[in-house]
């Protein structure tokens, strides 16, 4: 079975850090690109990064620029998403989505997320 | 900043059909992108329900239906059901975002 399971999320105080990750499984995880998308509660969807098979290619939403560091082990068939200075808006739940291998931008599995809660 | 503008709400009986429609601009849908549209359900993370404007993906129902027109795109839904009830996001490419990918702002669906 193809699927993604994320990890990682917990409280953090603004300001501080966390590291979330995903671990993928059923599929050659090497072969794909892989995505962050967050939902603040009550919220529509955010695509906040998007990295490249060989992580060559790195995108993020001016949103989380210069904060969060997307990374990706394909030896552990893990992707990663390092917050830094993380503030109150970033409280959402995170997804990892697996980009399509044709070309048209889009993510075909998703992870069930991880809570993300930024507060003092 | 661009945007992909979805209606809110959409509601419907069971049975009948209903649409959703995702406006975008030049700069997305009206630039070539193609459109895709994702299900979540209450609880549950999304699910690819329609990619490439109008393919559905694996295991969806041929009542679930995509189009796009223009700068436009919508999702029609025939034969409404209780499970139906859900939100819907379209989401494209956006040739002038950071992030590249662009999601609507979702559309809760009411089964009468």
């Known amino acids: 079975e193809v699927q993604l399971v994320e990890a990682g999320g917990g409280v953090a105080q603004p300001g501080g850090s966390l590291r979330l990750s995903c671990l993928g499984s059923?599929?050659?995880?090497?072969?794909?690109?892989m995505n962050w998308v967050r939902q603040a509660p009550g919220k529509g969807l955010e695509w906040i990064s998007y990295?490249?098979?060989?992580?060559?290619?790195?995108y993020y939403a001016d949103s989380v620029r210069g904060r969060f560091i997307v990374s990706r082990d394909d030896a552990q068939n893990s992707l990663y998403l390092q917050m830094n200075n993380v503030r109150a808006e970033d409280t959402a739940l995170y997804f990892c989505?697996?980009?399509?291998?044709?070309?048209?931008?889009?993510?075909?599995?998703w992870g069930q997320g991880t809570l993300v809660t930024v507060s003092s | 900043q661009p945007v992909l503008t979805q209606p809110p709400s959409v509601s419907g009986a069971p049975g009948q059909r209903v649409t959703i429609s995702c406006v975008g601009s030049?700069?997305?849908?009206?630039?070539?992108?193609?459109v895709h549209w994702y299900q979540q359900l209450p609880g549950t993370a999304p699910k690819l329900l329609i990619y490439?404007?109008?393919n559905r993906a694996s295991g969806v129902p041929a009542r679930f239906s995509g189009s796009q027109s223009g700068s436009s795109a919508s999702l029609a839904i025939t034969g409404l059901q209780a499970e139906d009830e859900a939100h819907y996001y379209c989401?494209?490419?956006?040739?002038?975002?950071?992030?590249?990918?662009?999601f609507g702002g979702g559309t809760k669906l009411t089964v009468l």
């Open positions: 989505a697996r980009g399509d291998s044709t070309g048209y931008y889009y993510a075909d599995i």
């Open positions: 059923g599929f050659t995880f090497s072969n794909y690109e």
């Open positions: 990295i490249n098979n060989i992580g060559t290619t790195i």
């Open positions: 030049n700069s997305n849908i009206g630039a070539g992108y193609h």
């Open positions: 490439g404007n109008n």
């Open positions: 989401q494209s490419y956006d040739n002038s975002l950071s992030a590249t990918r662009l």
